[in-house]
């Protein structure tokens, strides 16, 4: 089933494969906070794999991957994108892959506004999780989530040696 809600300020649809520029641009300018969080953090690359539903979790399949564009109604300009997998790792959790802002439209409500929107359509079933996978060294983020409910630890992977190419993740879960 394709996703994609309307909420006061943001459209949310399908993400296609004309539109990579304009997500090559979203990851453009975040691109100081994508070398804190992972290995691949190439806007190009990023966006290319967005566009073409390759970020899939192992063994994912491409019809329970929902990546959307996220758009001003009325504007059209583009506010952000966000990745959904349904059913991963388990049956009933609704994984976010990703959610990432433009820059110019972090920091006013409509990070919590979009996530809110997705939880609103994804309650009446049958997911009964949402899970989130976030950078340690990204603590806006994690200030993000937590203040959105995500309090319960389901996972930490990452290196096990410091240093600054060196990178781990936090998993944290949220119950619908
Ligand atoms: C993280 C992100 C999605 C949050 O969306 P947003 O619209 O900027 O955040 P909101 O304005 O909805 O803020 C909601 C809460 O997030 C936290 N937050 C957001 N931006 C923050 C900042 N710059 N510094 C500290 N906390 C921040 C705050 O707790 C805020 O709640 P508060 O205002 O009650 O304190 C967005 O900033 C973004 O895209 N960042 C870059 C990419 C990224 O880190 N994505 C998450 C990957 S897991």
Not at 39 to 52: H, I, K, Q, S, T
Not at 73 to 84: F, R
Not at 134 to 153: D, P, T, Y
């Amino acid at each position: 089933m394709p996703y994609s809600f309307r909420s006061a300020r943001i459209l949310a649809q399908p993400v296609t494969g004309a539109e990579i520029p304009e997500i090559e641009t979203v990851y453009a300018g975040n691109r100081e906070l994508l070398l804190l969080l992972d290995r691949e953090n190439d806007p190009p690359v990023l966006a290319r794999r967005f566009v073409e539903h390759q970020n899939l979790p192992p063994r994912g399949c491409r019809s329970s991957l929902h990546n959307l564009i996220l758009r001003e109604p009325m504007a059209g300009d583009v506010i952000g994108l966000m990745s959904l997998y349904t059913g991963y790792p388990k049956g009933d959790i609704a994984y976010v892959g990703e959610l990432f802002l433009s820059v110019e439209f972090q920091g006013i409500g409509l990070g919590r506004e979009a996530y809110l929107s997705l939880e609103a359509m994804l309650r009446p079933g049958p997911m009964t999780r949402v899970r989130v996978g976030v950078g340690l060294k990204n603590w806006n983020a994690l200030r993000f989530w937590i203040r959105l409910g995500f309090m319960q630890v389901t996972g930490m992977s990452g290196d096990r040696c410091f240093g600054p190419g060196r990178h781990a993740f936090l998993e944290l879960q949220k119950n619908l």
